[in-house]
């Protein structure tokens, strides 16, 4: 069974610093690796995919996430935090396979609320 | 291009009523999820559909919630004698194929409330 973990309930970084959310997986095979982020009382927003190719992926905002096969880990970075980034973030995984059991679905995290202080 | 569409935003029933949740899907996508958010917690996969067909159904509870996608018209979410538990935040989300690869777009969620 496929699974994501965020380690993090909650990440506070200072306006113009650099900000990592973590996420590892655990899937069989190769893993298909969300992020989405969410503002108060608003849906999901799409951030970025890693699919298969280069395991830095880039994404919306300024965004990007390095896959790591052998720790199994698809971190997220902002290489300068703003204010504006203070959200809940949440990583997901699809898994490629196909099974009744995961067929379409994504699994997500718990979240991980990004506190940016001016 | 408009995305996912949800209504009511809002929503609030007492215990015992029934819940009719809406998604209209991005246009040309075929293929809705329905997830559930309760309070403090990640989304819970629900069931997810193409038109006229349910394709996976594993995260719906076996009693009193269902969920349609006619061939014209939006997805339904129906909860049927609502209970306080029920109380979370409902998202869709659309995708345009099946491809496990493909984005899912999600729409702003119905937040319901049971009394």
């Known amino acids: 069974a496929q699974s994501v973990a965020q380690p993090e309930d909650q990440v506070n970084v200072a306006e113009g610093n650099p900000l990592t959310v973590k996420c590892t997986y655990s899937?069989?095979?190769?893993?298909?690796l969300f992020w989405y982020v969410q503002y108060p009382n608003r849906g999901l927003q799409f951030l970025l995919k890693y699919i298969t190719g280069d395991n830095l992926v880039k994404g919306s905002y300024g965004f990007e996430a390095e896959f790591n096969k052998s720790q199994t880990s698809f971190h997220l970075k902002k290489p300068s935090a703003l204010v504006s980034d203070s959200a809940l973030y949440f990583c997901a995984v699809r898994d490629p396979k196909i099974s009744t059991d995961s067929w379409g679905k994504l699994q997500f995290g718990a979240g991980t609320q990004v506190v940016v202080t001016p | 291009n408009a995305g996912v569409m949800q209504n009511p935003r809002h929503l609030v029933r007492r215990r015992g009523q029934e819940a009719r949740l809406r998604c209209s899907p991005m246009k040309g996508h075929s293929h809705v999820y329905w997830y559930r958010q309760l309070p403090e917690e990640g989304l819970k996969f629900m069931v997810y559909l193409q038109k006229e067909n349910i394709i996976d159904e594993s995260g719906m509870p076996k009693e009193r919630f269902s969920a349609e996608f006619p061939k014209e018209g939006p997805s339904i979410l129906r909860i049927q004698q609502v209970v306080r538990g029920d109380s979370a935040a409902y998202f869709c989300?659309?995708?345009?194929?099946?491809?496990?690869?493909?984005?899912?777009?999600f729409g702003p969620g119905t937040r319901l409330l049971v009394l």
């Open positions: 989300a659309s995708s345009p194929y099946s491809l496990y690869q493909e984005t899912q777009y």
């Open positions: 899937v069989s095979g190769n893993p298909y």
